[in-house]
């Protein structure tokens, strides 16, 4: 069906148009749209009313005559006009209601111009016909009828007035009383004060008559003077009533004035009437363009309006073919006009339009009367000034909604101080997608917005006038009625909507969502915090760093200096070493926290699933801080009361290097009382968890450090490293261990001067043949194992170190000659491929970075010759990517310095036996 509102952009005209209107398209009269008017007044409301024709929904319009001019409008494309016509409809209920209506009926084009339908407006006037009869009843009745009779006057078609006492002072006047004769005021006041400028003294005189006799005057076509235009006067032509109201006791009371404007219909009559001087100066007078025709269309009458409009002067159109003269232009020939007048002349009926003549660049409205000798009378008025408003304020209404329909910004209207939508654009209804908004009140849908500054601001705008900004405003909103508040920030403006009269109508919000811009900006500046609070972290972290190797470093260059001195004791210099070697061990594991928090940062971190003696790893970790605890004077125990499965499958090295970070925290933040370990497993899936918890008595954490524990370089604060010393990796890399083995590091309990608990978990498979058991004491039953290894355990093997560093190589050569080796060494990898290539040797030992070829290069180099036998890159390289990297060059194993004695001598064994396998 074709839709108006579609067409138009704008539905609101239609459906608030305030009288019955519908739109009727094709041959049948099917229903295209109907205002709510219209179907409340002739479909009962019914919603299901489109498709259907009129024959269907309202079977009793065609025999009374409704359906032939529809076909009629459709078939001829001429207007219908009709006044007053008594309409019976038969509602659901089968009562029959009956109606007075005045309607037009005026065709629907397309674009292309063709008749695709009908436009039906309907004007019920019943009220007016019913209350005209009933006024004329009214003034027949008593006194006790007078209430009736307000009704009556207020609703009239015509013009009423009350007039009392012999000063004929006004009571009562209805609007169309002053719509006829002026819109002054009158309550209360004189006849001869309200209309002292006019000298139609006969009516006062008229109206003391009826006073002073009673009876009723009646005055047909009486030329008045009235001001319908504020400080103009024109003269009209109307029919008067004079009427007496009797009070109980039968004097006059008043006196009800009827007044009917019929200067059309007399200027219609006059036309062939002798009275030619009255005639023309009542035409002339009109505001209207008039002129009249006989029925050959010969233009026999023309007043100054129609001559100004037209151009033509009077001369010139008195006597000529009305036809001939303003349509003989064939491409005039199909204009409304001219079928308008050739409708009226032949069919003798009333037609009223509007249209824009070309001709004279004007639009106009047009009332076309047949007379009766045949001939026209058409009156027709210049609205060009008002269509061109139309126009204009069509075009600014299409762009505006336009912008309205299309803006990225959600725009609404509110009505009233209650807020109610009437309108809102697609953006606005994206925010709320399950939300029906329109004709709901603003915070009935929203009531969040009520205690935030919404509410408070739309009222100052809406009493006040004064616009309202917010910008990056937060808030608070659910984009779904069951769904959460959601915080959203806004860019918005309130202004006032103000309606014909300039009071109050509504506000308009025009508001755009900029939580991503201020979220972006909030995220930037949060990120240059951080980066400013990284970069101050880590500079305390580099000179902590500094200082935590700097000390077991300078305590190995210290004693090391002390032993050139050959007046040391045999006692001294064992403690020498001894510090010597404390302190290298402390500067190893300090470099390999680095190295293993750079593995986890970089995701190249590996773990390992082995058998595992969780019980004997435990009593491990524990006895190498028993002496610690000893110094103290605290007491380090393990809780062996829980079941706790023996063997597990997982990474010993890793879950030993968590858990001498923990308990090494522990030992060192307690001064006095104790230090605990207690165990627990339970089944999680396929696997274990286990849990391991380290309490002690130490100096305690606060809540507000606790959370800054587990960030890299970051100790609870700048004091700790003073005090204690640390690196502040050794729980951030705990942390990272814990979630490699599937687990986590938790802080139970902290609190300052009241010790902490820290939990560590991981899962881990446990064999099936294993079952939960309380923890065996293992480190009283520990069985010192001898050395079973032969005292020199590389005896008879030759092996070949490459190195650059002096030092290194005499390192290198000591250890494997005293564990049997023969040994012969060179300076760097060409000396190394070709010493391998020209002698025996069973084991090279390769540097990686070395002068004129580097050990990657030696090492490819040697296999792509043909050496089979084992290569062992011994490097201080140490990174994940260095180890695939020996590996990829042909290296069997990968062994990093400094040098572990153990370590070399079982990779070397264990390489050699696969060898000889």
Same mark, same amino acid.
């Given at each position: 069906?074709?839709?108006?509102?579609?067409?138009?952009?704008?539905?609101?005209y239609?459906e608030?148009?305030?009288?019955?209107?519908?739109?009727?398209?094709?041959?049948?009269?099917?229903?295209?749209?109907?205002?709510?008017?219209?179907?409340?007044?002739?479909?009962?409301?019914?919603?299901?009313?489109?498709?259907?024709?009129v024959?269907?929904?309202?079977?009793?319009?065609r025999a009374?005559?409704f359906?032939?001019?529809?076909?009629?409008?459709?078939?001829t494309?001429?207007?219908?006009?009709?006044?007053?016509?008594?309409f019976?409809?038969?509602?659901?209920?089968g009562?029959?209601n009956?109606?007075?209506?005045?309607f037009?009926?005026?065709?629907?084009?397309?674009?292309a111009?063709?008749i695709?339908?009908v436009?039906?407006?309907?004007?019920d006037?019943t009220?007016?016909?019913?209350s005209?009869?009933?006024?004329?009843?009214?003034?027949?009745?008593s006194y006790?009828?007078q209430?009736?009779?307000?009704?009556?006057?207020s609703?009239?078609?015509?013009?009423?007035?009350?007039?009392v006492?012999?000063q004929?002072?006004?009571?009562r006047?209805n609007?169309?009383?002053?719509?006829?004769?002026?819109?002054?005021?009158?309550?209360?006041?004189?006849?001869?004060?309200?209309?002292?400028?006019?000298t139609?003294?006969?009516l006062?005189?008229?109206?003391?008559?009826?006073?002073?006799t009673?009876?009723?005057?009646?005055g047909?076509?009486?030329?008045?003077?009235?001001?319908?235009?504020?400080?103009?006067l024109?003269?009209?032509?109307?029919d008067y009533?004079?009427?007496?109201?009797?009070?109980?006791?039968?004097?006059?009371?008043?006196?009800l004035v009827?007044?009917k404007?019929?200067t059309?219909r007399?200027?219609?009559?006059r036309?062939?009437?002798?009275n030619?001087?009255?005639?023309?100066?009542?035409?002339? +007078?009109?505001?209207?363009a008039?002129?009249?025709?006989?029925? @050959?269309? &010969?233009?026999? $009458?023309? *007043?100054?309006?129609?001559? %100004?409009?037209?151009?033509?002067?009077?001369?010139?159109?008195?006597?000529?073919?009305?036809?001939e003269l303003?349509?003989?232009?064939?491409?005039h020939?199909?204009?409304?006009?001219?079928?308008?007048?050739q409708?009226a002349?032949?069919?003798?009926?009333?037609?009223?339009f509007?249209?824009?003549?070309?001709?004279?660049?004007?639009y106009?409205e047009?009332?076309?009367?047949?007379?009766a000798?045949?001939?026209?009378?058409?009156?027709?008025t210049?609205i060009?000034?008002?269509?061109?408003n139309e126009?204009?304020?069509?075009?600014?209404?299409?762009?505006?909604?336009?912008i309205?329909?299309? +803006?990225?910004?959600?725009?609404a209207?509110w009505?009233?101080? @209650?807020? &109610?939508f009437? $309108?809102? *654009?697609?953006?606005?209804? %994206?925010?709320?997608?399950q939300?029906?908004?329109?004709?709901q009140p603003l915070?009935?849908?929203?009531?969040?917005?009520?205690?935030?500054?919404?509410?408070?601001?739309?009222?100052?705008?809406?009493?006040?006038g004064?616009p309202?900004?917010?910008?990056?405003?937060?808030?608070?909103?659910?984009?779904?009625?069951?769904?959460p508040?959601?915080t959203?920030?806004?860019?918005?403006?309130?202004a006032?909507?103000?309606?014909?009269?300039?009071?109050?109508?509504g506000?308009?919000?025009?508001?755009?969502d900029?939580?991503?811009?201020?979220k972006?900006?909030?995220?930037i500046?949060q990120a240059?915090?951080e980066?400013?609070?990284?970069?101050?972290?880590?500079?305390?972290?580099?000179?902590?760093?500094?200082h935590e190797?700097?000390?077991?470093?300078?305590?190995?260059?210290g004693?090391?200096?002390?032993l050139?001195?050959?007046?040391?004791?045999?006692?001294?210099?064992?403690?020498?070493?001894?510090?010597?070697?404390?302190?290298?061990?402390?500067l190893t594991?300090i470099?390999?926290?680095?190295?293993?928090?750079?593995?986890v940062e970089?995701?190249?971190?590996?773990?390992?699933?082995?058998?595992?003696?969780?019980?004997?790893?435990?009593?491990?970790v524990?006895?190498l801080?028993?002496?610690?605890?000893?110094?103290?004077h605290i007491?380090?125990?393990?809780?062996?009361?829980?079941?706790?499965?023996?063997?597990?499958?997982?990474?010993?090295?890793?879950?030993?290097?968590?858990?001498i970070n923990?308990?090494?925290?522990?030992?060192?933040?307690?001064?006095?009382g104790?230090?605990?370990l207690?165990?627990?497993?339970?089944?999680?899936?396929?696997?274990t968890?286990i849990?391991?918890?380290?309490?002690?008595?130490?100096?305690?954490i606060?809540?507000?450090?606790?959370?800054?524990?587990?960030?890299?370089?970051?100790?609870?604060?700048?004091t700790?490293?003073?005090?204690?010393?640390?690196?502040?990796?050794?729980?951030?890399?705990s942390?990272?261990?814990?979630?490699?083995?599937?687990?986590?590091?938790e802080?139970v309990?902290?609190?300052?001067?009241?010790?902490?608990?820290?939990?560590v978990?991981?899962?881990?498979?446990?064999p099936?043949?294993?079952?939960?058991?309380?923890?065996?004491?293992?480190?009283?039953?520990?069985?010192?194992?001898?050395?079973?290894?032969?005292?020199?355990?590389?005896?008879?093997?030759?092996?070949?170190v490459?190195?650059d560093?002096?030092?290194n190589?005499?390192l290198?050569?000591?250890?494997?000659?005293?564990?049997?080796a023969e040994v012969?060494t060179?300076?760097?990898?060409k000396?190394?491929?070709?010493?391998?290539?020209?002698?025996?040797?069973d084991v090279?030992?390769?540097?990686?970075?070395?002068?004129?070829?580097?050990?990657?290069?030696?090492?490819?180099?040697?296999?792509?010759a043909g050496?089979?036998?084992p290569?062992?890159?011994?490097?201080?390289?140490?990174?994940?990517?260095?180890?695939?990297?020996?590996?990829?060059?042909?290296?069997?194993a990968?062994?990093?310095?400094?040098?572990?004695?153990?370590?070399?001598?079982?990779?070397?064994?264990?390489?050699?036996?696969q060898?000889?396998k």
């Amino acid at each position: 069906m074709h839709d108006v509102s579609g067409e138009s952009g704008l539905s609101r005209y239609f459906e608030q148009t305030p009288w019955p209107i519908a739109l009727l398209e094709g041959p049948e009269h099917r229903y295209s749209a109907a205002n709510p008017i219209y179907r409340k007044m002739f479909l009962g409301s019914r919603s299901d009313f489109k498709g259907m024709t009129v024959s269907q929904l309202l079977p009793e319009a065609r025999a009374q005559g409704f359906i032939a001019l529809l076909d009629s409008v459709y078939q001829t494309g001429t207007p219908v006009e009709g006044k007053e016509a008594y309409f019976v409809v038969v509602d659901s209920n089968g009562v029959p209601n009956d109606f007075y209506l005045n309607f037009s009926y005026s065709p629907y084009r397309n674009e292309a111009g063709k008749i695709i339908g009908v436009l039906a407006s309907i004007y019920d006037v019943t009220d007016e016909v019913k209350s005209r009869h009933e006024v004329q009843r009214a003034a027949e009745v008593s006194y006790l009828e007078q209430q009736k009779l307000e009704a009556v006057i207020s609703n009239a078609p015509v013009g009423i007035a009350v007039i009392v006492g012999p000063q004929l002072r006004f009571e009562r006047v209805n609007q169309k009383f002053k719509e006829l004769v002026s819109p002054r005021a009158y309550i209360g006041l004189r006849w001869e004060d309200v209309y002292a400028e006019t000298t139609d003294a006969f009516l006062p005189e008229l109206l003391r008559n009826v006073i002073k006799t009673g009876q009723p005057y009646s005055g047909l076509e009486l030329t008045t003077r009235v001001e319908r235009t504020p400080g103009q006067l024109e003269s009209r032509i109307c029919d008067y009533n004079f009427v007496p109201l009797l009070s109980p006791s039968g004097v006059v009371a008043s006196i009800l004035v009827q007044c009917k404007d019929v200067t059309e219909r007399v200027a219609n009559r006059r036309i062939g009437e002798e009275n030619e001087r009255d005639l023309v100066d009542t035409l002339e +007078s009109m505001s209207d363009a008039f002129f009249a025709l006989d029925k @050959d269309w &010969i233009i026999t $009458r023309v *007043n100054e309006h129609h001559i %100004k409009a037209t151009v033509y002067p009077r001369e010139k159109q008195i006597g000529s073919n009305f036809i001939e003269l303003f349509f003989s232009d064939p491409i005039h020939t199909d204009s409304i006009y001219l079928r308008s007048y050739q409708k009226a002349m032949k069919e003798r009926v009333e037609v009223r339009f509007e249209d824009y003549y070309e001709p004279f660049d004007l639009y106009t409205e047009v009332r076309v009367y047949p007379k009766a000798d045949g001939g026209l009378v058409v009156f027709f008025t210049d609205i060009s000034t008002r269509k061109n408003n139309e126009r204009k304020l069509a075009f600014e209404r299409h762009q505006l909604e336009s912008i309205f329909h299309i +803006s990225p910004a959600a725009m609404a209207i509110w009505t009233g101080p @209650d807020f &109610i939508f009437e $309108r809102l *654009n697609p953006e606005y209804q %994206k925010i709320f997608p399950q939300t029906k908004l329109l004709g709901q009140p603003l915070f009935d849908v929203m009531p969040e917005l009520r205690d935030q500054i919404f509410h408070e601001a739309l009222l100052r705008v809406y009493e006040t006038g004064i616009p309202f900004v917010g910008h990056e405003v937060p808030t608070m909103l659910r984009r779904n009625p069951e769904g959460p508040l959601e915080t959203i920030y806004y860019d918005f403006t309130y202004a006032q909507l103000i309606d014909g009269d300039g009071k109050p109508y509504g506000v308009y919000d025009h508001a755009i969502d900029v939580t991503d811009r201020v979220k972006a900006r909030l995220e930037i500046e949060q990120a240059k915090l951080e980066a400013e609070q990284a970069n101050q972290t880590k500079s305390a972290f580099l000179a902590n760093m500094s200082h935590e190797i700097r000390t077991p470093l300078g305590a190995i260059l210290g004693f090391a200096e002390l032993l050139k001195d050959n007046r040391n004791s045999p006692d001294e210099k064992a403690r020498f070493l001894e510090i010597i070697l404390r302190n290298g061990k402390t500067l190893t594991r300090i470099i390999d926290d680095i190295l293993d928090l750079a593995k986890v940062e970089s995701g190249k971190l590996e773990t390992e699933e082995v058998s595992t003696n969780l019980s004997l790893l435990i009593d491990e970790v524990v006895d190498l801080f028993r002496e610690k605890a000893r110094e103290k004077h605290i007491r380090i125990s393990i809780d062996r009361t829980t079941a706790f499965p023996e063997e597990i499958y997982s990474d010993p090295t890793r879950i030993r290097q968590i858990l001498i970070n923990i308990i090494g925290n522990a030992i060192k933040f307690t001064e006095s009382g104790e230090v605990r370990l207690s165990l627990k497993a339970e089944p999680k899936g396929e696997k274990t968890l286990i849990q391991l918890f380290v309490e002690d008595t130490g100096v305690g954490i606060d809540a507000e450090h606790q959370g800054r524990l587990f960030q890299p370089f970051v100790q609870a604060d700048n004091t700790t490293s003073r005090k204690y010393g640390g690196t502040g990796l050794g729980l951030v890399l705990s942390l990272r261990l814990a979630k490699a083995l599937e687990g986590s590091i938790e802080i139970v309990r902290s609190a300052p001067g009241k010790g902490s608990m820290f939990k560590v978990s991981f899962l881990a498979r446990v064999p099936q043949r294993e079952s939960l058991a309380p923890l065996r004491a293992l480190h009283s039953q520990t069985i010192e194992i001898r050395d079973q290894i032969k005292q020199k355990p590389l005896q008879g093997v030759s092996i070949l170190v490459a190195d650059d560093s002096v030092d290194n190589l005499f390192l290198a050569r000591r250890v494997l000659m005293k564990n049997g080796a023969e040994v012969a060494t060179v300076n760097n990898g060409k000396e190394a491929l070709d010493a391998g290539l020209g002698g025996d040797f069973d084991v090279i030992l390769m540097d990686i970075q070395m002068p004129i070829m580097d050990g990657y290069e030696a090492t490819r180099a040697l296999r792509s010759a043909g050496y089979k036998k084992p290569i062992l890159a011994l490097t201080a390289h140490a990174m994940a990517e260095e180890i695939a990297r020996t590996g990829s060059a042909g290296c069997d194993a990968h062994l990093t310095k400094p040098l572990d004695q153990v370590e070399l001598i079982a990779t070397i064994t264990k390489h050699l036996g696969q060898m000889s396998k």
